[in-house]
């Protein structure tokens, strides 16, 4: 169940996966799951290969639960 309250993210940060799943009161493991079946989506970073989560996205996907 994500967090009734909105979370403080900046529409252009960029967040890891500890940082959104902070945002929105999820396990890591939700978080995965809901990538995996595409209700949020994700980026890579270039240096590394790691996922990230734009602010918008994280606004949008919180949106949507409503």
């Known amino acids: ?22 945002c929105l009161g999820i396990h890591r493991n939700t978080l995965r799951r809901y990538t995996d079946e595409g209700h ?5 970073r270039r240096e590394n290969a790691r996922k990230i989560y734009l602010g918008k996205e994280i606004l949008r996907f919180w949106n949507s639960q409503l």
């Open 1 to 22: 169940m994500v967090t009734a309250i909105e979370p403080n993210v900046a529409p252009t940060g960029r967040y890891t996966v500890k940082q959104t799943c902070e």
């Open 40 to 44: 949020i989506n994700c980026s890579f």
